[in-house]
């Protein structure tokens, strides 16, 4: 069983900043790839960016420029840093998983950009 653990959302202001984490734990012993989805209200979850086992990432043009996703794997950590948010990156943000073509998903953590 593998279990990830969300944390860093929250409300912002446009322009502003926030980091997420994951925390994965549990059978993560053949880890091809992570990620990180979300998912605004009426719209469907989409891929904001992942990172692969050799280092490889790859991100929505929606984010690029904005956002980093980077990976910790003595920790079993992985983060996005999001930078110059927009109204438009309001959503709950899903930590993803790809453990030999399975996916595992965390239980989301709401980010609000908003003045």
């Known amino acids: 069983q593998v279990q990830l653990v969300e944390s860093g959302g929250g409300l912002v202001q446009p322009g502003g900043s926030l980091r997420l984490s994951c925390a994965a734990s549990?059978?993560?012993?053949?880890?091809?790839?992570m990620g990180w989805h979300r998912q605004a209200p009426g719209k469907q979850r989409e891929l904001v960016a992942d990172?692969?086992?050799?280092?490889?990432?790859r991100y929505a043009d929606s984010v690029k420029g904005r956002f980093t996703i980077s990976r910790d794997n003595a920790k079993n950590m992985e983060y996005l840093q999001m930078n110059n948010l927009k109204p438009e990156d309001t959503a709950v943000y899903y930590c993803v998983v790809n453990i030999l073509g399975y996916l595992y998903w965390g239980q989301g953590t709401q980010v609000t950009v908003s003045s």
């Open positions: 549990g059978s993560i012993s053949s880890i091809n790839a």
């Open positions: 990172i692969f086992s050799g280092g490889r990432t």
